[in-house]
């Protein structure tokens, strides 16, 4: 769509007096109930006493009404409008638009517009309406078609006549032999014969196919029957290996019962066993840390022991007491070491060994002698190192108390 396009359609409405004022932007989008519109008063305009239908709600009535008008024009005003372009309603419809505007506006420039208006009341009375007889067309269309393809047909027939009407002639002006005719004659019965005699033969062969395929089904039939009673009586009799089957299927099913149960308590034992292994590093992981803490406390008490002997033992004399008293309390210090590693080894180390089965044997009679051995050892050290702390701090408070005495006796302070 050009401007010059759009600017001549609205300048020839507006001359052939469209009441309606179309701007050029009507058309930058489609708009095809002003297209309809227009298509409308063209035609109206062209032939006033044309029957179109105007309804262009739905789709189908749309490309009706475009088939119509299309038809219409290409009939009366011999012009070919593209129907595509007319139902997109834009700006290529508007090309179409002017095929038909610049003939009205053509015919109303001409001199002769007066006579026209006056020719058409006379010729209204001779023009009828073709939308109407729209079958009546297409059947003329193809009787014209089938009168050009027998004519051509018969005009190949007739450039023929001219070697045929000689052969047409030697066949008339020949005389007629009968002897000839007769063994033509005998020929022709010959052959029907041999055709019927076939025929016949066929028809034989026939009833003999018919014969055997009626042998073959009674056979069949026979043999079915005989499989059906063969069939009934292998259902009816029971197998021998059916009892002993059945005595398995028992066996089988009290043995899978009897898995299941043992599955089942398996899982349960196994479980109690994790549980029973959990509690049980549970308190290794208590009692360690509760050795920990005292082993943590006694160091503890250990240093302020000796910070608190070394500010209190400040004379010569009792500097050699307090030499054999430090190595007294080296040897106390070894001791409790050793017997705190052993503890935290023998707690740490300490495990429970058991079986699922019932009843005592010699090594876990030994095992719990051995723990209760270990019990024993513990509480003995503890009982040990409790006295050892007695022993110590009222030796360290006599020395903090009474006077320094000679060196001969410091033996006795212990």
Same mark, same amino acid.
């Given at each position: 769509?050009?401007?010059?396009?759009?600017?001549?359609?609205?300048?020839?409405?507006?001359?052939?007096?469209?009441?309606?004022?179309?701007?050029?932007?009507?058309?930058?989008?489609?708009?095809?109930?002003?297209?309809?519109?227009?298509?409308?008063?063209?035609?109206?305009?062209?032939?006033?006493?044309?029957?179109?239908?105007?309804?262009?709600?739905?789709?189908?009535?749309?490309?009706?009404?475009?088939?119509?008008?299309?038809?219409?024009?290409?009939?009366?005003?011999?012009?070919?409008?593209?129907?595509?372009?007319?139902?997109? #309603?834009?700006?290529?419809?508007?090309?179409?638009?002017?095929?038909?505007?610049?003939?009205?506006?053509?015919?109303?420039?001409?001199?002769?517009?007066?006579?026209?208006?006056?020719?058409?009341?006379?010729?209204?009375?001779?023009?009828?309406?073709?939308?109407?007889?729209?079958?009546?067309?297409?059947?003329?269309?193809?009787? #014209?078609?089938?009168?050009?393809?027998?004519?051509?047909?018969?005009?190949?027939?007739?450039?023929?006549?001219?070697?045929?009407?000689?052969?047409?002639?030697?066949?008339?002006?020949?005389?007629?032999?009968?002897?000839?005719?007769?063994?033509?004659?005998?020929?022709?019965?010959?052959?029907?014969?041999?055709?019927?005699?076939?025929?016949?033969?066929?028809?034989?062969?026939?009833?003999?196919?018919?014969?055997?395929?009626?042998?073959?089904?009674?056979?069949?039939?026979?043999?079915?029957?005989?499989?059906?009673?063969?069939?009934?009586?292998?259902?009816?009799?029971?197998?021998?290996?059916?009892?002993?089957?059945?005595?398995?299927?028992?066996?089988?099913?009290?043995?899978?019962?009897?898995?299941?149960?043992?599955?089942?308590?398996?899982?349960?034992?196994?479980?109690?066993?994790?549980?029973?292994?959990?509690?049980?590093?549970?308190?290794?992981?208590?009692?360690?840390?509760?050795?920990?803490?005292?082993?943590?406390?006694?160091?503890?008490?250990?240093?302020?022991?000796?910070?608190?002997?070394?500010?209190?033992?400040?004379?010569?004399?009792?500097?050699?007491?307090?030499?054999?008293?430090?190595?007294v309390e080296d040897r106390q210090?070894?001791?409790?070491?050793?017997?705190?590693?052993t503890l935290l080894q023998g707690?740490?180390?300490?495990?429970?060994?058991?079986?699922?089965?019932?009843?005592?044997?010699?090594?876990?009679?030994?095992?719990?002698?051995?723990?209760?051995?270990?019990?024993?050892?513990?509480?003995?050290?503890?009982?040990?190192?409790?006295?050892?702390?007695?022993?110590?701090?009222?030796?360290?408070?006599?020395?903090?108390?009474?006077?320094?005495?000679?060196?001969?006796?410091?033996?006795?302070?212990?």
């Amino acid at each position: 769509m050009s401007f010059r396009d759009l600017r001549n359609f609205t300048e020839m409405m507006r001359a052939l007096g469209y009441p309606r004022l179309i701007s050029m932007e009507n058309f930058h989008t489609p708009n095809f109930m002003l297209v309809s519109e227009v298509l409308l008063w063209l035609v109206k305009r062209y032939e006033p006493q044309t029957d179109i239908p105007p309804d262009v709600e739905t789709e189908q009535d749309r490309v009706f009404f475009i088939k119509a008008v299309a038809q219409f024009m290409a009939t009366k005003a011999h012009i070919k409008l593209n129907t595509k372009r007319l139902y997109q #309603a834009d700006g290529y419809a508007v090309k179409e638009l002017l095929k038909v505007t610049s003939v009205l506006y053509g015919a109303m420039n001409t001199k002769g517009v007066e006579r026209a208006d006056v020719s058409e009341e006379d010729s209204s009375k001779f023009k009828f309406d073709l939308g109407s007889k729209i079958a009546d067309l297409k059947a003329a269309r193809q009787l #014209a078609s089938e009168i050009t393809s027998k004519g051509a047909s018969l005009y190949d027939l007739l450039g023929k006549e001219v070697e045929l009407r000689e052969a047409r002639t030697e066949s008339i002006a020949r005389p007629l032999e009968i002897n000839e005719a007769e063994k033509m004659m005998k020929v022709a019965i010959d052959c029907v014969l041999e055709q019927v005699q076939k025929t016949k033969d066929m028809l034989s062969n026939v009833a003999l196919d018919e014969a055997n395929l009626e042998a073959k089904i009674e056979k069949r039939k026979l043999e079915l029957e005989r499989s059906q009673k063969r069939l009934q009586t292998l259902q009816s009799v029971r197998p021998a290996f059916m009892d002993e089957y059945e005595k398995i299927e028992e066996q089988l099913q009290k043995q899978y019962s009897s898995y299941l149960e043992k599955f089942r308590n398996l899982t349960y034992m196994e479980q109690l066993l994790d549980d029973h292994r959990r509690t049980e590093q549970e308190m290794f992981e208590e009692a360690a840390n509760m050795l920990r803490l005292t082993q943590n406390r006694l160091k503890e008490e250990e240093q302020h022991l000796l910070k608190s002997g070394n500010n209190d033992d400040s004379d010569v004399e009792i500097q050699e007491d307090e030499g054999s008293d430090s190595e007294v309390e080296d040897r106390q210090i070894m001791k409790r070491r050793t017997t705190m590693q052993t503890l935290l080894q023998g707690r740490a180390g300490a495990r429970i060994v058991g079986t699922m089965q019932g009843g005592d044997t010699e090594e876990d009679e030994d095992s719990g002698d051995s723990e209760i051995d270990l019990d024993e050892d513990e509480e003995e050290e503890e009982d040990e190192m409790e006295d050892d702390s007695m022993e110590i701090s009222p030796s360290k408070s006599g020395h903090r108390a009474r006077k320094p005495e000679p060196l001969e006796e410091s033996d006795n302070d212990f």
